[in-house]
């Protein structure tokens, strides 16, 4: 089911109870771009990954995306050999930010890609479902909070207000203001309109004719002839004319009543600007598994864009995604498992299904919940996120049926837990995952070579540089770069003593190749480029230099833990705050001693 703005408050709780209901989702999203992978080599550590993407792709943003829930229904206790009965409901969500100031990026790769696979632009610019993170919800609901109650506080004040003006009436006569003959007229002729009004089904009445002093004498004949039974106001109107809006009197619990309704009518159009977030937050709250293909991209996207800004730290990510999303499960990573793997020669998606759906492997028969909204792999939507969540649920099914899974308990299963909260990372050659519940496995290296050779060699010439040693891996970098790694790991300590020489091929150790990597970064603060030099390998401190001004020391754990290389190879820098603040600090000091040598050298 497509939803749009059209249809979102409808469907809302409907879809919370779906939610709620649900045993597991499948999720997939469309993007205005991807995050480039091409900085990723493969021997970068996941943290590496992370921060490289952090950076990439934060200026595109998810314009679809399609959820899935699945609820199982276990057979009956007379029927326990029978496969357990699995529905589902599928929603496609059109997301598309309103407002001026958001604004985001198009690759224009990604755009065709959409075209070409059938993407309805003009539903999404049309009908896209607004959507806010979370901080921006706070403060449109602490906003609108503050409204409604400083509305409710003038309406007890006016209605006081009112009530003490009755209780003074009695010295009026006094003070009337005589009616000239040339004006009874025009105060008659309004009273007899004021009286139609009352008696009719009119919201409101205006009066239009009359100079400033006739206005006078019709607010005097109101007060006097209809005080407690309508209310008046001034109001502009054509031509800039000024005259008198008379509406009929409301006592205070009808304006209370009224403005009730029109809380009702904000609230409302609170819940359309939100939006789309509304059902993310009801997915976190659920608790259960979420179920992606390949979905590193798809998670950064969604906790950057729903929720809050991802954080510069790597272990604070995986804080932050759990407290959102608890069970994650990527279909990707679990192909990897042995059982699998021996089954999957591919593990792009429509590949995957065509391998589950057949022997060893079984996806019980699932139904849809919405007759008029239903998928079928016989008539293919690839690419429409919501066929791909269902695609990806299915997929799910068929590939836990190798390990006689309980549908009903797949959180708590054995072997199903070895993969959850573990994010799959394409390009990557040994730790390919991203693990949310702890640490990632630490590898021993000495086996990788990093080497550098001539334009005009091939694989070959690498191979026939490392026969002595073994069969090699070769993973390419570029044309003049790649890493070797050796099968034979206990011929790896005689590389660098024994390879034959080649002008233009150098072969360094993978050590040697991480030292290089710290040695000289240029890193980028605002307009400022800083020159960072490692004073020695061993030593934790680095030395900041713009200008020729030092900056002072700070540890290097804090600016690698925090770096992004970007194409034209200089290197982004992610600070922790209060480093941030101090760098920014001494730099101002030093911009300030600077000024006050020019202007001395300005004197003299």
């Given at each position: 089911m497509d939803i749009t703005k059209n249809n979102f408050l409808e469907q809302l709780p409907s879809i919370r109870e779906t939610i709620r209901n649900?045993?597991?989702?499948?999720?997939?999203?469309?993007f205005t771009g991807l995050a480039s992978d091409r900085t990723i080599l493969p021997f970068d550590t996941p943290e590496e990954v992370y921060l490289r993407m952090l950076e990439s792709g934060s200026q595109y943003i998810i314009v679809q995306f399609g959820l899935c829930a699945f609820r199982v229904e276990p057979p009956a206790e007379d029927k326990q050999d029978e496969m357990p009965h699995v529905s589902y409901k599928c929603y496609n969500f059109y997301c598309y930010p309103k407002g001026r100031t958001n604004v985001f990026s198009c690759q224009g790769e990604?755009?065709?890609?959409?075209?070409?696979?059938?993407?309805?632009?003009?539903?999404l610019f049309r009908e896209g479902l607004s959507y806010v993170n979370e901080p921006d919800e706070q403060r449109y609901r602490a906003d609108l909070l503050d409204r409604q109650a400083t509305r409710a506080a003038n309406i007890q004040v006016?209605?006081?207000?009112?009530?003490?003006k009755e209780t003074a009436e009695g010295s009026a006569d006094a003070t009337l203001i005589p009616v000239p003959a040339e004006s009874q007229q025009l105060v008659d002729d309004t009273a007899a309109k004021i009286e139609k009004f009352l008696s009719s089904d009119e919201t409101e009445l205006i009066i239009g004719n009359g100079n400033a002093f006739q206005r006078k004498l019709v607010y005097q004949m109101i007060e006097q002839l209809y005080q407690g039974k309508v209310s008046t106001s001034p109001v502009v109107l054509e031509n800039n004319y000024k005259g008198i809006k008379v509406e009929r009197k409301r006592t205070l619990e009808e304006e209370q009543a009224r403005d009730a309704e029109r809380r009702t009518k904000e609230n409302e159009d609170l819940e359309a600007k939100i939006g789309f977030s509304l059902v993310l937050q009801e997915l976190s709250k659920s608790r259960k598994l979420i179920v992606g293909h390949n979905m590193l991209l798809d998670l950064l996207y969604v906790l950057r864009q729903f929720f809050k800004p991802l954080p510069a730290d790597y272990q604070e990510f995986k804080k932050f995604t759990k407290e959102y999303f608890p069970y994650l499960l990527d279909t990707k990573y679990l192909c990897t498992n042995a059982e699998i793997k021996v089954h999957v020669n591919s593990s792009v998606l429509?590949?995957?299904?065509?391998?589950?759906?057949k022997e060893p492997f079984t996806i019980p028969t699932v139904h849809s919940e919405l007759a008029d909204h239903q998928y079928s792999v016989e008539n293919e939507k690839q690419h429409e996120a919501g066929y791909d969540a269902y695609l990806t649920g299915l997929c799910f099914l068929g590939l836990v049926s190798r390990f006689k899974t309980d549908l009903t308990q797949l959180t708590k299963n054995t072997i199903l837990k070895h993969y959850l909260n573990r994010i799959f990372i394409t390009r990557l050659n040994d730790v390919n995952f991203i693990n949310l519940n702890g640490k990632e496995p630490s590898q021993n290296r000495d086996h990788i070579f990093f080497v550098t050779f001539p334009e005009t060699w091939r694989g070959s010439d690498i191979v026939s540089k490392f026969k002595p040693f073994g069969p090699v891996h070769i993973s390419w970098l570029d044309s003049t770069s790649a890493f070797v790694s050796l099968h034979n790991r206990i011929a790896a300590s005689s590389v660098l003593k024994t390879i034959g020489y080649h002008t233009g091929f150098k072969v360094y150790s993978f050590a040697q190749y991480t030292e290089m990597k710290l040695q000289v970064y240029t890193f980028i603060f605002s307009t400022f480029v800083y020159c960072v030099s490692v004073l020695s390998p061993t030593n934790s401190l680095v030395r900041v230099q713009t200008n020729g001004l030092c900056l002072g020391c700070v540890r290097v754990v804090l600016f690698y833990s925090a770096v992004v290389l970007n194409e034209d190879e200089s290197v982004r820098v992610v600070l922790a705050p209060e480093i941030q603040q101090e760098l920014d600090e001494t730099n101002h000091s030093n911009r300030q001693m600077v000024k006050k040598k020019d202007k001395k050298k300005g004197k003299q």
């Open positions: 649900a045993s597991f989702f499948a999720m997939d999203c469309e990604s755009m065709r890609f959409l075209a070409d696979n059938g993407f309805d632009f003009n539903k006016t209605a006081e207000e009112e009530s003490m429509a590949h995957v299904y065509d391998v589950v759906s």
